[in-house]
């Protein structure tokens, strides 16, 4: 997700907001609760594989949507973002991620877990966009 829109709110915790952002997102297209760092540790993925490293094709695609709508809601709602405690803003993204993952869901693309590349995989992935 670009920076931008979420560098534009005035708050204090600019880098954790964005931080909380991209686990919402990640949420959202994969379906998991806990946060991104625990569900990696769960999936004995290194630190260093992200997870766009993971996605296959219809993962990177679902990701990248959730990315738009989530720049796109920000944009859209600058002004009265900008009102908004801390808190309340994650309240937001955390409304904006639930309706993300219910369109997923509703459209046959829950399972995005199943459709992950392997350890492998995704290290060769990593290592070619490395380079």
């Known amino acids: 997700m670009t920076t931008t829109a979420i560098a534009n709110l005035p708050v204090s915790t600019g880098c954790k907001l964005y931080a909380i952002a991209a686990n919402h997102i990640n949420q959202a297209v994969l379906g998991f609760t806990e946060t991104t760092s625990k569900f ?12 766009p490293d993971i996605l296959n094709m219809q993962g ?7 990315e738009t709508c989530f720049q796109k809601f920000v944009s859209d709602n600058l002004q009265r973002l900008r009102g908004l405690s801390d808190a309340d803003l994650i309240k937001e993204f955390a409304g904006l991620k639930l309706n993300l993952r219910q369109g997923f869901v509703s459209t046959g ?18 290592a070619d966009a490395d380079t």
Do not use: F, N, W
Request: aromatic share 2%.
């Open 40 to 51: 990696k540790q769960q999936q004995q993925l290194p630190r260093h594989i992200s997870i």
């Open 60 to 66: 990177q695609v679902a990701r990248c949507y959730a």
């Open 109 to 126: 693309m829950g399972d995005l877990r199943s459709k992950t590349l392997t350890l492998a995989e995704a290290k060769k992935r990593k």
